[in-house]
């Protein structure tokens, strides 16, 4: 697939893909306002020290490559705590949910990514399902295995039946690539359905990063910049919306970093933009706690 990709991006003319205005208003010289804020940004709860963020996705949808790119942008340059599998897979590479802290210099910012296995198509839909569910509410410890073949249970020793409000997650972010959003399989679409029914029901908000938006338009490849005028990413971004049930105003186009030796604004101000917004429902979400 990888190969038909880019053949199609250097050979599709860009002439028709641009639109005349964009679509969405960015403002790309916003990078060090954006940084300041999250890096004084504090949880409202008295009882939450750092808000947690569970990222799930597709496989190869680039979910812990955008935990590595958060953490990019604030260090200034490219980081891969969380290791990424290079080489094409039909099955996940996150093993084990793991939570991973923001860096910014010395000092670690109050919410934590935690990665969990990226979703297959379904033999066994219910095991992943589930075990997503238990994640956002804080019933899974860290370090637990997933298993294909059988969710977590309140027998397992890592599962939590009580947990603390600072346990749960309070925003679902769902990595979904650019290039396959109109491929993807019915069968992960209804997972995903079940999952937003359920979380949705206690209010945690989700949100979508759609990645490799380089890839998947040759103006934008050219120029990142053309993010918000280009015609195939507001498509794609409009079939997202359809298929997930995700509003637009929740699903953010961006680029993580993967073949960078070295940190660019364009890149970041996008990433600190997604990650603004997630960290705002999070923590609005955690805000009306007491009403739930």
């Known amino acids: 697939m990888g190969t038909t990709q880019s053949t199609e991006v250097q050979s599709t003319p860009t002439s028709n893909l641009e639109l005349e205005k964009p679509w969405r208003k960015f403002d790309w010289g916003q990078k060090k306002e954006l940084k300041d804020k999250l890096e004084n940004f504090s949880p409202s709860h008295p009882d939450v020290k750092d808000i947690k963020i569970l990222v799930a996705g597709q496989i190869g949808a680039g979910k812990s490559s955008f935990i590595n790119s958060v953490d990019s942008t604030f260090l200034g340059r490219i980081s891969s705590r969380a290791l990424v599998n290079s080489t094409a897979s039909d099955h996940s590479f996150t093993q084990n949910l793991k939570g991973f802290t923001v860096r910014s210099g010395k000092k670690t910012l109050p919410f934590i990514f935690k990665d969990i296995m990226g979703l297959e198509p379904p033999i066994l839909a219910g095991s992943q399902t589930e075990d997503i569910i238990n994640s ?157």
């Open 136 to 292: 956002v509410f804080g019933h899974v410890k860290d370090g637990y295995k997933f298993n294909q073949e059988q969710a977590l249970t309140y027998k397992d020793k890592h599962y939590t039946c009580d947990p603390e409000l600072s346990d749960q997650a309070f925003c679902l972010v769902y990595i979904i690539d650019a290039n396959v959003v109109q491929y993807t399989d019915d069968r992960l679409i209804d997972k995903l359905k079940i999952i937003r029914q359920r979380i949705s029901a206690k209010g945690i908000p989700q949100v979508v990063i759609m990645t490799k938006v380089d890839e998947a338009c040759p103006l934008v490849q050219k120029d990142l910049r053309k993010l918000y005028t280009s015609k195939k990413i507001k498509e794609k971004m409009e079939l997202c919306s359809a298929k997930v049930g995700v509003p637009l105003t929740n699903i953010f186009p961006l680029k993580n970093y993967h073949n960078e030796i070295d940190t660019e604004d364009d890149i970041d101000v996008l990433i600190l933009k997604a990650l603004e917004q997630i960290v705002h429902l999070a923590d609005d979400r955690l805000e009306d706690n007491e009403s739930y």
